[in-house]
């Protein structure tokens, strides 16, 4: 079991910064891949940022060379720092960790940006 709780969203003007955090507790040992997902109203869930066990980074077009997705190892922590914010990035974040071949969730952080 992976518990995960998301925490730093709020409201921002555009072209603002934003960095959430994820903190991570339970069986993280496991933990092949964390992401960063969000879900804007009326749109389904798509996919911000993942980061793999090695390091490597996969991002959504969207947020290329805006956000930056990366993992404190020691603190058990996601981060994704989001700058150059747009009103279309507007939703609510979740973070993901996933234990093959389960998926763990938090409940999600709500990120407002005002133009």
């Known amino acids: 079991q992976v518990q995960l709780v998301e925490s730093g969203g709020g409201l921002v003007q555009a072209g603002g910064s934003l960095r959430l955090s994820c903190s991570a507790s339970?069986?993280?040992?496991?933990?092949?891949?964390m992401g960063w997902y969000r879900q804007a109203p009326g749109k389904q869930r798509e996919l911000v940022a993942t980061?793999?066990?090695?390091?490597?980074?996969n991002y959504a077009n969207s947020v290329k060379g805006r956000f930056t997705i990366s993992r404190d190892n020691a603190k058990n922590t996601l981060y994704l720092q989001m700058n150059s914010l747009k009103p279309e990035d507007t939703a609510v974040y979740y973070c993901?960790?996933?234990?093959?071949?389960?998926?763990?969730w938090g409940k999600g952080i709500l990120v407002t940006v005002s133009s």
């Open positions: 339970g069986s993280i040992f496991s933990i092949k891949a």
């Open positions: 993901n960790a996933v234990v093959a071949p389960v998926n763990y």
């Open positions: 980061i793999i066990s090695g390091g490597s980074t």
